[in-house]
């Protein structure tokens, strides 16, 4: 049902996305899904393109934001609440039991980037990686523009996405050290849409 509501409120508003690597994807499997972040319509974009049963962690705020709050709570997502480490860790331990059929998608930036460029990922973001389960990185190019930071305005536009292809954490890396190897992983999947 979410997937089916992103799709319809991009094709309201007049967006299309141009998607490279939906070969990538098992439909059967459960994913953690990462992405670059540049607008709250990454959110939208990411549900009506990927073929999994997707749900959100997010930061708690955005869930006080009209319409899409709402939304996000009739959906079952997982709020994170970043100022309060016991009350993360409990979402956390939320989300890695719903991991067992369903797929999360971080933005392990933490917050939108104002540029171009993929701001350095967060560790902690990672966290539900350690049960073993298959990562899959997204990048996207364009988002930005169909949402601007700081307007609710929501424009219509292209937006160009590429699914990478599904990694693992390997024996003995750090969480520190999986957050920059998929940090370059999406950084190069957008620098790559932009040639």
């Keep these: 049902m979410f997937r089916k509501w992103a799709k319809i409120l991009l094709e309201i508003c007049g967006v ?72 993360a860790v409990k979402s956390l331990e939320n989300a890695r039991k719903k991991m067992k059929t369903l797929s999360f998608l971080v933005f392990p930036e933490g917050t939108r980037s104002r540029t171009e460029q993929v701001e350095k990922f967060k560790s902690g973001a990672l966290w539900l990686t350690e049960n073993g389960c298959k990562i899959l990185p997204v990048a996207m190019v ?19 996405m590429k699914i990478l292809p599904p990694v693992r954490i390997e024996e003995n890396e750090t969480r520190q050290e999986l957050a920059e190897r998929l940090q370059k992983i999406v950084s190069d999947g957008v620098k790559s849409i932009g040639n």
């Excluded at 939208?44 to 705020?61: C, G, S, T, Y």
């Excluded at 364009?142 to 219509?156: F, L, Q, T, V």
């Design 16 to 87: 299309t996305c141009e998607v490279e690597g939906l070969e990538n994807i098992d439909p059967k499997e459960t994913y953690f899904v990462v992405a670059n972040h540049r607008s709250i319509a990454d959110i939208p974009i990411i549900a009506a393109v990927l073929p999994l049963n997707l749900r959100i962690m997010a930061k708690k705020e955005l869930f006080k934001i009209p319409f899409l709050g709402q939304t996000m709570l009739i959906y079952d997502f997982v709020p994170i609440d970043r100022t309060n480490r016991r009350n």
């Design 142 to 160: 364009g988002a930005e523009k169909i949402m601007e930071i700081g307007r609710c305005a929501i424009n219509s536009g292209n937006v160009k």
